[in-house]
Protein backbone atom coordinates (compact mmCIF):
# COMPACT_ATOMS: atom_id res chain seq x y z
CA UNK A 1 0.00 0.00 0.00
CA UNK A 2 1.21 3.41 -1.42
CA UNK A 3 2.04 5.95 1.98
CA UNK A 4 3.62 9.19 2.22
CA UNK A 5 4.91 10.01 6.19
CA UNK A 6 6.07 13.62 6.44
CA UNK A 7 8.32 14.74 8.95
CA UNK A 8 10.10 17.91 10.19
CA UNK A 9 7.54 20.43 11.67
CA UNK A 10 8.32 22.34 14.44
CA UNK A 11 7.89 25.86 15.99
CA UNK A 12 10.09 28.64 15.19
CA UNK A 13 10.91 32.02 14.74
CA UNK A 14 10.54 34.55 12.17
CA UNK A 15 13.86 34.22 9.94
CA UNK A 16 14.70 30.79 10.83
CA UNK A 17 14.84 27.60 8.72
CA UNK A 18 13.24 24.22 9.11
CA UNK A 19 13.54 21.24 6.61
CA UNK A 20 10.65 18.95 5.71
CA UNK A 21 10.81 15.51 4.53
CA UNK A 22 8.60 13.24 3.14
CA UNK A 23 9.54 9.50 2.54
CA UNK A 24 7.30 7.48 -0.28
CA UNK A 25 6.75 3.64 0.04
CA UNK A 26 4.61 1.01 -1.05
CA UNK A 27 3.22 1.42 -5.08
CA UNK A 28 4.08 4.87 -5.57
CA UNK A 29 6.23 4.91 -9.02
CA UNK A 30 2.94 5.66 -11.02
CA UNK A 31 2.74 9.21 -9.02
CA UNK A 32 5.40 11.33 -11.30
CA UNK A 33 5.19 14.23 -9.31
CA UNK A 34 5.62 15.00 -5.79
CA UNK A 35 4.39 18.03 -4.29
CA UNK A 36 4.19 20.46 -0.93
CA UNK A 37 0.89 21.50 -0.03
CA UNK A 38 -0.20 23.99 2.84
CA UNK A 39 -3.50 25.12 5.23
CA UNK A 40 -3.58 27.46 7.77
CA UNK A 41 -6.48 27.56 10.37
CA UNK A 42 -9.88 29.11 8.09
CA UNK A 43 -7.73 28.68 4.56
CA UNK A 44 -7.95 26.50 2.07
CA UNK A 45 -5.56 23.99 1.39
CA UNK A 46 -1.91 25.83 -0.73
CA UNK A 47 0.09 25.16 -3.66
CA UNK A 48 3.67 25.49 -1.60
CA UNK A 49 6.32 23.21 -4.72
CA UNK A 50 6.10 20.77 -6.66
CA UNK A 51 8.92 18.33 -8.30
CA UNK A 52 9.24 16.44 -10.85
CA UNK A 53 10.89 12.63 -10.56
CA UNK A 54 12.05 12.41 -14.02
CA UNK A 55 13.34 15.19 -14.36
CA UNK A 56 13.86 17.30 -11.53
CA UNK A 57 11.66 20.14 -12.80
CA UNK A 58 10.47 22.15 -10.07
CA UNK A 59 7.73 24.60 -9.19
CA UNK A 60 7.00 27.13 -6.45
CA UNK A 61 4.40 29.61 -5.29
CA UNK A 62 5.53 33.22 -5.91
CA UNK A 63 5.79 34.41 -1.93
CA UNK A 64 8.13 31.45 -1.26
CA UNK A 65 10.44 31.51 -4.43
CA UNK A 66 13.90 32.25 -3.29
CA UNK A 67 13.21 31.38 0.49
CA UNK A 68 12.04 27.31 -0.22
CA UNK A 69 13.65 24.51 -1.97
CA UNK A 70 11.94 21.57 -2.94
CA UNK A 71 14.73 18.39 -3.77
CA UNK A 72 14.62 14.65 -4.45
CA UNK A 73 16.67 11.56 -3.60
CA UNK A 74 15.45 8.88 -6.02
CA UNK A 75 17.41 6.68 -3.43
CA UNK A 76 15.51 7.29 -0.46
CA UNK A 77 12.23 7.87 -2.28
CA UNK A 78 12.47 11.30 -0.10
CA UNK A 79 11.38 14.23 -1.03
CA UNK A 80 12.48 17.49 0.81
CA UNK A 81 11.42 21.38 1.66
CA UNK A 82 13.78 23.35 2.80
CA UNK A 83 12.23 26.74 4.44
CA UNK A 84 14.86 29.83 4.93
CA UNK A 85 13.80 32.72 6.20
CA UNK A 86 10.57 31.87 7.58
CA UNK A 87 7.58 34.26 8.12
CA UNK A 88 5.01 34.11 10.74
CA UNK A 89 2.33 33.92 7.19
CA UNK A 90 4.35 30.75 6.21
CA UNK A 91 2.23 28.67 9.48
CA UNK A 92 0.41 26.11 8.55
CA UNK A 93 0.08 22.40 8.56
CA UNK A 94 2.15 21.38 5.70
CA UNK A 95 1.26 18.10 3.98
CA UNK A 96 3.16 16.20 1.07
CA UNK A 97 1.01 14.37 -1.92
CA UNK A 98 1.77 12.35 -4.72
CA UNK A 99 0.09 12.42 -7.79
CA UNK A 100 0.67 12.30 -12.26
CA UNK A 101 -1.68 15.07 -13.24
CA UNK A 102 -0.64 17.90 -15.04
CA UNK A 103 -1.36 20.93 -13.65
CA UNK A 104 1.47 20.40 -10.46
CA UNK A 105 -0.65 24.03 -8.78
CA UNK A 106 -4.06 22.19 -8.29
CA UNK A 107 -4.62 19.56 -5.06
CA UNK A 108 -6.95 17.14 -7.55
CA UNK A 109 -4.05 16.32 -9.61
CA UNK A 110 -2.42 14.49 -6.46
CA UNK A 111 -3.97 11.17 -5.30
CA UNK A 112 -1.89 10.56 -2.17
CA UNK A 113 -1.61 12.42 0.94
CA UNK A 114 0.13 12.29 4.00
CA UNK A 115 -0.82 13.30 6.89
CA UNK A 116 0.52 16.42 7.58
CA UNK A 117 3.42 18.37 9.94
CA UNK A 118 2.72 21.56 11.88
CA UNK A 119 4.96 24.20 11.14
CA UNK A 120 4.79 27.83 13.45
CA UNK A 121 6.46 30.75 13.09
CA UNK A 122 6.90 33.27 15.63
CA UNK A 123 7.22 36.53 14.87
Known amino acids: QAQLVESGGGSVQAGGSLRLSCAAS????????MGWFRQAPGKEREFVAA????????YYLGSVKGRFTISRDNAKNTVYLQMNSLKPEDTAVYYC????????????????WGQGTQVTVSS
Open 97 to 112: AGGSGLLVYRAPSYDL
Open 26 to 33: GRTFSRNT
Open 51 to 58: IVWSSGST
